[in-house]
């Protein structure tokens, strides 16, 4: 039956294989990009608590953020 439910509606199956990759991918990136992507999208902290914690400025936690998605999205568009 959960074979049949995989065949008839393969979005979790896909949505499985991708969260898979992003977590691998996003082990793969350096530290900084690495801990702004976690702490924003995986933890929900807010940014200025971040920004505190990793006594970085506003502007610095955004370009760690950007460097982190972009590198993601490349990783993640090679894998295609």
Request: proline letters at 6%; zero cysteines.
């Amino acid at each position: 039956i959960q074979e049949k439910e995989q065949i008839e509606n393969p979005e979790p199956a896909i949505s499985e294989e991708m969260d898979r990759k992003i977590k691998k991918y996003l082990n793969e990136l350096p530290p900084m990009p690495r801990q702004a992507l976690t702490k924003v999208y995986l933890e929900e902290l807010q940014r200025k608590d971040i920004t505190h914690e990793l006594n970085i400025t506003a502007k610095t936690l955004r370009n760690h953020l950007n460097r982190g998605i972009n590198m993601l999205r490349q990783k993640l568009n090679n894998s295609l």
